[in-house]
């Protein structure tokens, strides 16, 4: 009888976790991992705050990897950024969840644990034992694993079998919680305006400004505050501007080095792409990098020519999701546009989202119209989708929000959709919920948004063809009724007697 030997799924991950411990021993902690244990594969996504732009993208950018937003001049471009860095003062920075602010205290919470906790020494990561091991996710979240003893509020301990079945002593300090993210704006165009930023709801005491002289300096010192971990959100607006520093210290006559940009850009992605692993693939602190650019025309005068994002391939190569804005048009009040209609194409996504998809949303640049500054469809376009997903419930008297589990709660209706719209608006809280649950049943199904004012827009022109055949069908019936009646032949035959 022979001896079978087989082997099993548990061996194989036992067999994992035994190897990436002995690379992580040697290389550093954290540089090999299994994939269900890597915390930078598990994407999670900041949204930009407008749902047409969120619903392609799959809910938002994806944190912690490299973005690009491009297109013509006066696209939306920097404020898209804006409003990436007010969604981003909403976020935590430790769980990288929304932050909800107590309407009553003003304080702010998260999901993050309470006290939340993190090892005073990562490198004894790799000596848990395997059944704190697969917690990994848990532990890097901040909840203390199972047998840690507490010393106090601030410190606790853990005992684990080490290599050679010694014991280690695994200590665990009490940390920070609930804090939104810092957030870094590289203004290479030096068109920052303090005021647009207030008014598109950024707080400006939590993003930092930084400039540079040439474009080598301003990548170093990305890169030096990338390793530091302290910093969320990076947007360099915009590349066009970053020049080499030998193109800048050669006289107008010198002709530049060609594609000297592209090389340096090249060299930049290389080392950002250096500096967010550095950490490991279980830091969670890993900044989302977000590169603002022009639009190049290539191959003019071809049949094949096309319009393309400036800064070379590498940057093309280097991101996982690629976005260009396109401005459509603009409605004046006067001579200043009150807002504009944009066009969003998804270029390229590599962590879903609906790649070469194409939609547009309407952006307020202006107070007017009821909207204020940075105001946009939105609400409008969740109470339509709502009331089609059956999240909104219309009933004889009224509109009735369902919760989640769908029961009905008939103790609040509402008598208009004005007035929905305006609970909305009062009700943040359960705007984001409904938001939540419609932006969900949008990325599971291949639909295109409709939005309200192309509804407004062919409504009043079909009114306006129903007002002009209804002139024209009067114009005809005037003519008609003017024109003199044509007498019949018995007509004539009769009057002919009377004479």
Request: with cysteine; aromatic share 8%.
């Amino acid at each position: 009888m022979s001896n079978d030997r087989r082997g099993s799924p548990k061996q194989g991950r036992q067999r994992l976790a035994a190897i990436s411990a002995q690379v992580n021993t040697k290389f550093g902690a954290h540089v090999a991992l299994p994939l269900d244990q890597a915390a930078v594969a598990r994407v999670r996504r900041l949204p930009f705050g407008i749902l047409e732009l969120d619903w392609r993208c799959g809910g938002g950018i994806p944190m912690n990897r490299i973005v690009r937003i491009w297109g013509k001049p006066s696209s939306l471009k920097s404020t898209t950024c804006l409003r990436l860095v007010r969604s981003g003062q909403h976020y935590c920075r430790h769980c990288k969840l929304p932050i909800v602010v107590n309407a009553l205290s003003g304080e702010m919470d998260c999901a993050c644990p309470k006290p939340r906790w993190t090892m005073a020494d990562a490198e004894q990561f790799n000596v848990l034992s395997e059944a704190t091991y697969e917690s990994s996710f848990a532990i890097m979240s901040g909840v203390l694993p199972t047998g840690a003893v507490k010393d106090s509020n601030e410190f606790a301990a853990l005992t684990a079998v080490g290599e050679n079945g010694k014991k280690v002593n695994i200590e665990f300090v009490s940390t920070d919680r609930c804090e939104p993210f810092r957030c870094l704006y590289i203004d290479s165009e030096g068109t920052t305006d303090e005021a647009w930023a207030r008014a598109n709801g950024v707080d400006t005491s939590l993003l930092m400004l930084m400039g540079g002289n040439w474009a080598e300096q301003v990548l170093d010192m990305t890169e030096d505050i990338i390793l530091t971990n302290e910093v969320d959100l990076v947007i360099l607006d915009s590349l066009d501007m970053l020049a080499p520093g030998d193109t800048l210290t050669k006289a107008l006559s010198q002709t530049p080095r060609i594609a000297g940009k592209a090389g340096v850009m090249t060299r930049a992605m290389q080392k950002w792409t250096s500096a967010i692993n550095a950490g490991g693939l279980l830091n969670r602190y890993t900044p989302t990098i977000v590169i603002v650019a022009q639009v190049r025309a290539h191959d003019i005068g071809k049949p094949w020519a096309s319009i393309k994002p400036s800064g070379g391939w590498a940057v093309g190569h280097g991101i996982s999701l690629d976005v260009r804005l396109e401005p459509h048009k603009y409605e004046y009040k006067g001579s200043t546009a009150l807002f504009g209609t944009f066009g969003c194409t998804i270029a390229k996504s590599k962590v879903g989202g609906f790649p070469k998809s194409k939609g547009k949303f309407r952006f307020w640049l202006r107070p007017g119209k009821g909207k204020m500054v940075g105001d946009t469809e939105d609400i409008q376009i969740v109470i339509d989708y709502g009331i089609e997903y059956k999240f909104i419930t219309k009933i004889s008297s009224g509109y009735v929000i369902n919760s989640d589990n769908k029961t009905i709660d008939t103790s609040l209706i509402l008598k208009t959709q004005k007035a929905l719209h305006q609970y909305l608006i009062d009700n943040v809280s359960v705007y984001l919920d409904l938001r939540g649950r419609v932006l969900t049943h949008l990325i599971g199904e291949d639909v295109s948004i409709t939005l309200p004012s192309e509804k407004i827009d062919k409504e009043e022109l079909i009114a306006e063809k129903k007002k002009k055949m209804i002139t024209v069908k009067e114009v005809h019936e005037a003519k008609a009724a003017k024109k003199p009646k044509k007498e019949s032949l018995d007509d004539m035959f009769f009057d002919s007697l009377n004479l």
